[in-house]
């Protein structure tokens, strides 16, 4: 058992000369936006010399794709797509069904149960239908459950009740019956109860023949949280039942306690060793089963994390500088 050891392992230093994508046996992802990548060079040569798939961060959720009832914007979104074929990346969508970033006219969308239905399959089959053939996965739901295991209450639980989740995975299958879809969440290895509950109501869905291929564990962790057990056995128990999984959004936070606090080199170093953890568990599933992992962000001056928070952080692969620290070097020396 390597799990002791990831904690205390010694990060050697390394330089970026090899891709990161080269090395691994599974896809190597980050989130990432149009925008970054036109303007800003050094973000755009990380994303295509490191990585070989891509999450758009923002521009595929419903209130930038579907602003009006009667109107989808597709152009960046497209842009996206052109790139990641240019490019030969893998492009995962995220995400068609979620309670937050959703435009104003479905919050306050007025019908009965049927017309709630009928808007959420318009909704999801245009997108899944517009890039069919271009996208590898959908995120179909995301953050549907609470730490507690019981269901979110959002506008899509209050409309169409708990059924919406197999729904939305049935019309995303009938319009993509290639693409492999994910249920997508936060604290899956943390939160057993949750994780629990998520994992019966999937492995329910399955068993029942609904076209549910993965989980995406989106590991929004720190230094200190969750602890190595829980991630190995998080990965365990979804890929016991058969469940690809995704390492969807992954940041390593450095000040979950919101201090005032700089990036010492204990603190790099302890983020670099968290990293090894994550990887050794990861490697414990089997292969066929490894979607990927994807970082939420390509350095630290994109990451959502300290606007969304509001504290200072550090919690992806490359600096504001666009440097590789630690982390880097330890995902580099682990896959
Ligand atoms: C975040 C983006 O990174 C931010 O730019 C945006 O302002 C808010 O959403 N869980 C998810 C992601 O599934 O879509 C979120 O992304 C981060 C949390």
Known sequence: ??????????????????????????????????????????????????????????????ELLHPQEDQFAWEQAD???????????????HTLIWHSQIPGWMQTFAGSNEEWEEMMKVHIQTICAHFKGKVSGWDVVNEAFNED????????????????????????????????LFYNDYNI????????????????????????HG????????????SERQMEDAMRQISDQGFLVHLSEIDISINPNSRDIEPTERRLQKQANTMVCVLDSYHQIPIDQQ?????????????????????????????????????????????
């Open 149 to 180: 295991g019981s269901l979110r209450q959002t506008i899509w639980l209050e409309n169409i009740g708990p059924s919406y989740i197999e729904k939305a995975f049935q019309f995303a299958h009938e319009a993509d019956s290639n693409a492999l």
């Open 1 to 62: 058992m390597t799990l002791i050891a990831c904690s205390k392992i010694e990060i050697e230093p390394c330089d970026d000369g090899t891709n990161l994508y080269t090395l691994a046996d599974y896809p190597i992802g980050v989130a990432a936006d149009p925008g970054a990548l036109n303007f800003i060079s050094e973000y755009r040569d990380i994303a295509i010399e490191q990585f070989n798939s891509i999450t758009p961060e923002n521009i595929f959720k419903p």
């Open 79 to 93: 842009q996206l797509v052109e790139f990641c074929q240019e490019h030969q990346k893998r492009l995962h969508g």
């Open 291 to 335: 979607y990927g992992l994807t970082f939420w962000g390509v350095g630290d001056g994109h990451s959502w994390i300290p606007g969304h928070f509001n504290r200072v952080d550090y919690p992806l692969l490359f600096d504001e500088a666009y440097d590789p620290k630690p982390v880097y070097c330890a995902l580099k020396q682990s896959l």
């Open 189 to 212: 290895a943390g939160e057993e109860r949750k994780r629990n509950a998520i994992v019966n109501f999937m492995t329910d869905l399955k068993m029942r023949g609904v076209a549910i």
């Open 215 to 226: 989980i995406g564990m989106q590991l929004h962790i720190s230094i200190s949280y969750p």
